[in-house]
């Protein structure tokens, strides 16, 4: 004798939705679906303590037995649970910010006095060789006076003696910042100049300007102070949970939308030892070319971090999992008829995969379609139940 059955329509989406004549979802809109249930069927709804006699039957909290008419109208798809190689990308703002390794200065190598300033303004360019500064110092003049009495001595006798003082004096001038070309014209003119042109050792954007007209400098300390911009730092930010993930090495690919359509790539090569404390993030970085100076510091940049996750663990689609915000569940396929909920314990996603730490075994066939209605069927009759609690309740005397 067949069972009676009984029917109603629910959603999809939202299976708490139970109406007794078709119609439209109140929430989505979306056309409700008829669901027909045995009234025996109650009776296999919810797992029994008899039925928990094993590990995996204490994750089941729910089972549910279709009629074959029933198939048809739910038209379920499964999936059989399996091992993956997992990637994972993580959307990530990045800053950019000036290169340390490309910083510089431009220094006094001898006290002075500046006489004048070629450089007039932060954020001019500066390479290697320009004129940077004048500057009045007695001591650098008198080194000069030297190195004229040394060579004219040395052309005379061209001994050895004075060999070694030219020699000296030469070095002592290039030690001092003096280019060839100037003691060279010097010894032409017969004459050392009371102010001297200092030129630039390094190439860069000025960032820092100290030199003024009438302004002391000791030796050591800085004319100008540079920023080399042909290599730039992007600094991102990644989140305590991914932390562990982060290797050097990893790709990073990056988007500025004062670059329509390019895609910059790197990789990560800096990361920072110590989390943030009141952000709890980890900063990371990667260093890009900017030969063309496009990319400015304080830009922002779109960044796509790509990972290898370790292993190859169980994966199911994220379409497999129904997370009720207490537990996360799945629904496996018995045999063609009967299916039953299990509670599992998940990882990490990817690309629309979910991974499983606990609940399932290779070759489980978990629904993937249609398990929002076997949910409905289940919500009917009570909704879940743990077999965990059935079970301790019913040693309790």
């Given at each position: 004798?067949?069972?009676?059955?009984?029917?109603?329509?629910?959603?999809?989406?939202?299976p708490e939705?139970h109406?007794d004549?078709?119609?439209?979802?109140?929430?989505?809109?979306?056309?409700?679906?008829?669901?027909?249930?045995?009234e025996?069927?109650?009776n296999?709804q919810?797992?029994?303590?008899?039925?928990?006699g094993?590990?995996?039957a204490?994750?089941i909290?729910?089972?549910?037995?279709?009629?074959?008419?029933?198939?048809?109208?739910?038209?379920?798809?499964?999936f059989?649970v399996?091992?993956m190689?997992?990637?994972?990308?993580i959307?990530?703002?990045?800053s950019?910010?000036?290169s340390e390794e490309?910083e510089?200065?431009?220094?006094?190598?001898?006290?002075?006095?500046?006489?004048?300033?070629?450089?007039?303004?932060?954020g001019?360019f500066?390479?290697?060789?320009?004129?940077?500064?004048?500057?009045?110092?007695?001591?650098?003049i008198?080194?000069?006076?030297?190195?004229?009495?040394?060579?004219?001595?040395?052309?005379?006798s061209?001994s050895?003696?004075?060999?070694?003082m030219?020699?000296?004096?030469?070095?002592?001038?290039?030690?001092?910042g003096?280019k060839?070309?100037?003691?060279?014209?010097w010894?032409k003119?017969?004459?050392?100049?009371?102010q001297?042109?200092?030129?630039s050792?390094?190439?860069?954007?000025?960032?820092?300007?100290?030199?003024?007209?009438?302004?002391?400098?000791?030796?050591?300390?800085?004319?100008?102070?540079?920023?080399?911009?042909?290599?730039?730092?992007v600094?991102?930010?990644?989140?305590?949970?991914?932390?562990?993930?982060?290797?050097?090495?990893q790709?990073?690919?990056?988007?500025?939308s004062?670059l329509?359509?390019e895609?910059l790539?790197?990789?990560?090569?800096?990361?920072?030892p110590?989390?943030e404390?009141k952000?709890?993030?980890?900063?990371?970085?990667?260093?890009?070319?900017?030969?063309?100076?496009?990319?400015?510091?304080g830009?922002?940049?779109?960044?796509?971090?790509?990972?290898d996750?370790?292993?190859e663990p169980?994966?199911?689609?994220?379409?497999?999992?129904?997370?009720?915000?207490?537990?996360?569940?799945?629904?496996?396929?018995?045999?063609?008829?009967?299916?039953?909920?299990k509670?599992?314990?998940?990882?990490q996603?990817?690309?629309?995969?979910?991974?499983?730490?606990?609940?399932l075994?290779?070759?489980d066939?978990?629904?993937?379609?249609?398990?929002?209605?076997?949910?409905?069927?289940?919500?009917?009759?009570?909704g879940?139940?743990d077999?965990?609690?059935?079970?301790?309740?019913?040693?309790?005397?």
């Amino acid at each position: 004798m067949e069972a009676k059955t009984n029917s109603y329509y629910t959603c999809s989406m939202h299976p708490e939705v139970h109406e007794d004549k078709p119609g439209k979802c109140p929430i989505c809109h979306m056309n409700l679906v008829k669901v027909e249930v045995e009234e025996d069927s109650a009776n296999q709804q919810r797992p029994t303590s008899s039925s928990a006699g094993s590990d995996s039957a204490a994750e089941i909290i729910a089972k549910v037995k279709l009629r074959k008419a029933q198939l048809s109208h739910f038209n379920p798809d499964f999936f059989p649970v399996t091992k993956m190689k997992m990637a994972k990308k993580i959307r990530l703002l990045g800053s950019v910010l000036q290169s340390e390794e490309k910083e510089s200065s431009i220094p006094a190598r001898i006290n002075g006095r500046v006489e004048k300033v070629y450089v007039k303004s932060t954020g001019s360019f500066v390479k290697i060789g320009d004129p940077v500064v004048d500057i009045y110092s007695p001591q650098l003049i008198t080194a000069g006076e030297e190195y004229l009495l040394a060579r004219e001595s040395f052309n005379k006798s061209k001994s050895r003696e004075f060999k070694e003082m030219l020699t000296q004096s030469e070095e002592r001038l290039l030690l001092w910042g003096i280019k060839e070309f100037q003691f060279e014209k010097w010894f032409k003119e017969k004459s050392v100049p009371k102010q001297i042109t200092i030129h630039s050792a390094a190439t860069g954007i000025v960032r820092k300007r100290h030199a003024t007209v009438g302004k002391y400098f000791k030796e050591g300390q800085n004319f100008f102070e540079l920023s080399d911009l042909s290599e730039i730092w992007v600094e991102m930010d990644v989140y305590e949970h991914d932390a562990a993930l982060i290797e050097l090495g990893q790709k990073v690919e990056l988007e500025f939308s004062s670059l329509p359509g390019e895609i910059l790539e790197g990789e990560v090569d800096f990361i920072n030892p110590v989390l943030e404390e009141k952000s709890r993030t980890l900063k990371i970085r990667t260093t890009i070319s900017n030969s063309k100076g496009t990319l400015k510091p304080g830009m922002v940049a779109d960044a796509t971090l790509s990972l290898d996750l370790p292993g190859e663990p169980l994966v199911v689609p994220r379409s497999a999992v129904i997370d009720t915000g207490k537990r996360k569940v799945v629904w496996l396929k018995v045999d063609d008829q009967s299916f039953q909920a299990k509670i599992i314990h998940t990882g990490q996603e990817s690309e629309g995969y979910v991974e499983i730490k606990h609940g399932l075994v290779e070759g489980d066939n978990v629904v993937i379609e249609g398990n929002f209605l076997l949910d409905a069927q289940a919500q009917l009759f009570g909704g879940y139940e743990d077999m965990n609690t059935q079970k301790s309740s019913g040693h309790q005397h």
